[in-house]
Structures are given as structure tokens and as C-alpha cells.
């Protein structure tokens, strides 16, 4: 669910064409400008959080500014030169594709953080699906915690961190993948660079804006049923990139009455 790629074949030969863009729906785009005898990638982040970027380029008596392929992050809302591509009097052409994930591939997640539950002190919700799930939580999504709860319950920060990220304004949701991208949810940059998401809230019920530095235990917003989803539900993941461009999750150690546990077996009940 957090990965996107998108395969771009562009054949040119003695283009004269002066610039093309692609975009991998409304996150990264690449634009591509021919500019004398060379062609000049640049890479676009429409998001308000970072992204990691990988290109890989094929091509023939063209000759690449860098080595192949070419990684990046990008800081939000940025639009940064990535390579060139030199031609000479010979025919030439290229193609080329890229993958990006959300998140920093420098982040390292700080393993011996102990996180709250990411709900009220004293509230117990069970687990609907854990690490490994057999529904959805599989890849990079492999260590994700679903919390059956009922809609509008509070939610609040189970890292403190600076709020990067927030979907609000969808109505829609069910048990299909056609609601993948429809989803509310609020998404945190903590200080080693991981990502804490929550997802599936409920319409208009996000109260942290972007930019927002948040404390451990601050109220977000309230579970919901938005997005692919089989029943209301809270989503929870730390996740990052890796230098790939693909995304990647990471277990998440939390504090409960019953001691730290993590990745908790599915239908157990949690309380802190």
C-alpha cells in the first residue's frame, strides 16, 4: 500500500521534443529536457513529506553524468537536477524507469524506542491483524498493527515527532482495492527519520495541521472506516524507504499492562 512505481519507456531519436514530464500520480514526477547534445533529468516531490527516489536508465552511445542508477531523496515540495545524458552525432536513444517510496532510505529506526498505544491510557481494542497478516500486511507492510476499534475513537501520538503529512476529506471505504487511495490519516517524521502513519480516520476528524510538532500522547484525530478496510479500524505502522525506492516497515516495541510487547497476536487485547 505505501509503494508506488511506474514504468516509463520513452524512445527518442534526434528528439525535438524540449521537454516531457511523468508523474507517479500526485507524489513524484520526472522531467526530462533535451538541451544541445545533452538530456537533463529532473526529479519533482509534490508531496509536504520526503520521498526516496531510484532511476534506472537504459540507453545507447549516450553517456550518463552519474553512476547508474541514480538514488535520491528529496525534501518536500522539491524539484532538483538528478543526471544528464550526453549524445553525439551517432543514433542514440534511452528508456527509463523509477520507483519511490515515502520516507528518508538514510533513516535508521532507533530499535529500543518504546512506543504508546495509540490510544487513551486505560482504552483496550483488540488486535485485528498483526506483523505478517495474512490480508494486507505482507512486504513493506509486514510489520503494520491493526486496532479494531469503533469509529471516532480518540487517537493519539504513540511517538512524538513534527506532523509531515494529512488526508482528511474522504468519505469513501470498503473492502475493496479500488478505496486503496482513500484513506484518511495522519502521518509523523520522528527524530530518527522513521515515519509513524496512522491511517483509516474518520471524515473531517484530523486535528493536527502540517508542520505541527506533536508530544507522545497528543489526540491526532479519530479512528475511522476510510480506504480499504473491512471494518473500522486503526492502522498503524513506523515505516521509511529504502535506497530502492521502495518502502519498508519496522516492528514497533510498545508499552502495555502487560509489559513492552511486540508485533501482538492477532485477536489479543492491548491496554496501557
Known sequence: ??????????????????????????TACIETKKEG?????????????????????????????VSLPATCVLNPKEKRFILSLKHGSKS????????????????????????????????????????NG???????????????????????AAREGKVVDVKFDSTRGGNSKSYIDDGNYVRIEHDDGTLGTYFHLSYGKVVVHINQIVKKGE????SGNTGYTRGPHLHFVVESATKEGKGVSY???????????????KDTYLMW
Open 92 to 131: 542514440w536513444n534511452y528508456n527509463y524507469h523509477y520507483t519511490w517510496a515515502k520516507g528518508d532510505y538514510n533513516a535508521i529506526h532507533e530499535n529500543s524506542y518504546i512506543y504508546n498505544l495509540p490510544y487513551e491510557k486505560g482504552s483496550k481494542y483488540k488486535i485485528s491483524q498483526s506483523c
Open 37 to 65: 547534445n545533452f538530456i537533463n533529468f529532473y526529479a519533482i516531490n509534490k508531496r509536504d513529506h520526503k520521498i526516496s527516489l531510484n532511476v534506472t536508465v537504459e540507453k545507447k552511445n549516450m553517456k550518463s553524468s
Open 251 to 265: 516492528p514497533a516495541h510498545f508499552s502495555t499492562s502487560k509489559g513492552v510487547i511486540t508485533c501482538p497476536k
Open 1 to 26: 500500500m505505501n509503494i508506488k512505481i511506474l514504468i516509463i519507456l520513452l524512445t527518442l531519436q534526434f528528439i525535438s521534443l524540449k521537454a516531457a514530464i511523468s508523474c507517479s500520480k500526485n
Open 134 to 156: 495474512t490480508f494486507t500486511h505482507k512486504g513493506h507492510s509486514q510489520y503494520a498493527i491493526d486496532f479494531s476499534m469503533p469509529t471516532n475513537t480518540p487517537i493519539h
Open 219 to 222: 489526540l491526532l484525530g479519530y
